[in-house]
């Protein structure tokens, strides 16, 4: 990686962008050892502006960022790092600096997660096809999941993409009534891909 640092100093912004969510977290400064014992710690470490020294996120708060990514811009002299964040990323203890908590967004995914605990909460006198589902109760639910895996599997066998991506939409949809109707959020099963992940 070539990275020019005389723009500003022996300095390069460094972009700090959620791996799993896409969200941008932080903008921070890395000198070369900065950069250099990033990538060997795995832990993002910046020169710090004020300290005027090398600062590792999280040395006080435990709140690290773990290295996922780090990718050059096309200028060469703006680095975009991927991570994954443990706990809060701001000192104020929000997810972003800018005020904002929304680490466990995934875009639409979350907003579809959103309409289906509506839908739930209103179970008992809502018309809709959630509503009737989470009436029905676990048993029924599970079933779908069930019959909706089923027919994903036989669409792989076949050549027809488009019936294989529509038979795929209507498992997750219901595999998100699933998770709801048990208590949990897609979030839950992220966090565990994650852990094994680092494993």
Same mark, same amino acid.
């Given at each position: 990686m070539n990275i020019n640092y005389d723009k500003n100093n022996g300095l390069v912004p460094a972009i700090i962008q959620d791996a799993t969510t896409n969200t941008v977290l932080m903008?921070?400064?890395m000198n070369e050892e900065a950069l250099q014992? =990033? @990538?060997? =710690?795995?832990? @993002?470490?910046?020169?710090s502006r004020t300290k005027q020294r090398l600062w590792t996120k999280g040395e006080e708060s435990?709140?690290?960022?773990k290295l996922v990514d780090i990718k050059l811009d096309c200028d060469s002299d703006t680095l975009l790092i991927k991570v994954n964040p443990n706990g809060p990323t701001c000192h104020k203890g929000t997810d972003t600096c800018w005020n904002e908590n929304n680490s466990q967004d995934y875009g639409f995914l979350s907003k579809?997660?959103?309409?289906?605990?509506e839908r739930k909460q209103t179970a008992s006198n809502d018309t809709s096809y959630v509503a009737s589902l989470f009436a029905k109760g676990i048993n029924k639910i599970a079933q779908k999941v069930g019959e909706e895996a089923v027919e994903v599997v036989i669409e792989a066998k076949d050549n027809n993409d488009e019936l294989f991506l529509n038979e795929s939409a209507d498992l997750l949809f219901h595999y998100l009534i699933l998770l709801q109707a048990k208590g949990f959020i897609f979030n839950d099963v992220m966090s565990i891909l994650q852990e094994r992940h680092v494993m």
């Open positions: 903008l921070g400064y014992k =990033t @990538v060997e =710690t795995k832990l @993002v470490t910046f020169f435990g709140n690290h960022l579809l997660e959103d309409i289906i605990s």
